[in-house]
């Protein structure tokens, strides 16, 4: 069955202190994997896309990897904008447009 | 103004009230869907459309119906809501040709069954 797991459910770090986001997958044939940033009353906004094992993306001070098994969204030195919940997606069926989501880790950052 | 227009951003109704949440978007975008987000469950897909002539069922579609009216508007009801369907509903788009998985996301109608 497809399946995202994220971890931790929750993270609460002081400014600054650089940390990693966990989102394991278990897909036939993982073809992207995507990371969303949603504020909290508002819809999920698009951060990356992620195709094969190797490649990085970098914005601002998140990056984001990935691995045969999993990816990281990787925070250096993070400040209070931040905090919000971070999900991680992937492409399910025949259509890439169709994703499942992972239930998200939700970050604050903690001046 | 959004790109992604969900109506109405609030809705309080009760056990067995038919209800019907909107979407519209001026993205020019071909694909919408509609999810629901409840805590620890995270985001899951009720229905999705790729063209005007094009209705899917997403891995949770039992107790809804949609209707792509336009290339731009997409609607989800609720024909006899019940408490379980209390959630927080997400209308997205995505462009059709271009498979990088972005999808844009309405700011979410919070629906409270009693």
């Known amino acids: 069955e497809d399946q995202v797991t994220q971890s931790p459910e929750a993270l609460r770090l002081q400014e600054g202190e650089s940390s990693s986001l966990n989102c394991s997958y278990t897909v036939s044939g993982l073809r992207g994997l995507f990371w969303y940033r949603q504020d909290p009353g508002k819809g999920p906004e698009f951060l990356f896309t992620l195709y094969s094992a190797g490649e990085e993306k970098e914005k601002e001070r998140l990056k984001a990897t990935l691995t045969k098994k999993e990816s990281f969204l990787h925070i250096t030195a993070p400040k209070p904008e931040d905090s919000a919940t971070y999900l991680c997606a992937v492409p399910i069926g025949g259509a890439t447009n169709k994703l499942i989501f992972g239930t998200g880790t939700l970050l604050a950052v903690q001046p | 103004d959004a790109d992604v227009t969900q109506t109405p951003r609030n809705r309080i109704t009760k056990t067995g009230k038919r209800i019907m949440l909107e979407c519209s978007q001026t993205k020019g975008h071909d694909r919408m869907y509609w999810y629901r987000q409840d805590p620890g469950l995270g985001l899951r897909l009720i229905y999705y459309?790729?063209?005007?002539?094009?209705?899917n069922k997403g891995e949770i579609s039992d107790g809804y119906s949609v209707s792509r009216q336009a290339q731009a508007k997409f609607s989800l009801s609720l024909e006899s809501a019940i408490p379980n369907q209390t959630a927080l509903y997400f209308c997205?788009?995505?462009?059709?040709?271009?498979?990088?998985?972005?999808?844009?996301f309405g700011e979410g109608s919070r629906l409270t069954v009693l």
């Open positions: 459309s790729f063209d005007v002539k094009d209705i």
């Open positions: 997205a788009t995505s462009r059709d040709r271009m498979n990088t998985g972005e999808l844009f």
